[in-house]
Nanobody, 123 residues
Framework: QVQLVESVGGSVQSGGSLRLSCTVS????MGWFRQAPGRGRVIVAA????????YYADSVQGRFTISRDNAKNTVYLQMNNLKPEDTAVYYC????????????????????WGQGTQVTVSS
């Protein structure tokens, strides 16, 4: 059974930065999703097991970076130049291993989910 533990989010002003982390047991591809108030959950970024393949939603491209350190069983989401519209509950998610380079933006392909952490960006 894969277990995910997310770091605590936080509150920052517009233009600020935050880094989220997620510890994961097991060999998985990973993703970060977010859910803003009154909206559905959407993909933010995804990464393969090897870390060599990544995906970013258009809304965060160039501002967010997903990475992983498999020696530490940890996946990171570095968020720079944050905007008020980035305010949401952020979830890390893991999918069962499908090869070193597999990654996906499809929420349905993820098997395990973290508890979610609040990120608030004020203007």
């Amino acid at each position: 059974q894969v277990q995910l533990v997310e770091s605590v989010g936080g509150s920052v002003q517009s233009g600020g930065s935050l880094r989220l982390s997620c510890t994961v047991s097991g060999r998985t591809f990973m993703g970060w999703f977010r859910q803003a108030p009154g909206r559905g959950r959407v993909i933010v970024a995804a990464i393969s097991w090897s870390g060599r393949n990544t995906y970013y939603a258009d809304s965060v491209q160039g501002r967010f970076t997903i990475s992983r350190d498999n020696a530490k069983n940890t996946v990171y989401l570095q968020m720079n130049n944050l905007k008020p519209e980035d305010t949401a509950v952020y979830y890390c998610a893991a999918g069962n291993y499908r090869g070193s380079y597999y990654y996906t933006s499809n929420e349905q392909e993820y098997d395990y989910w973290g508890q979610g952490t609040q990120v608030t960006v004020s203007s």
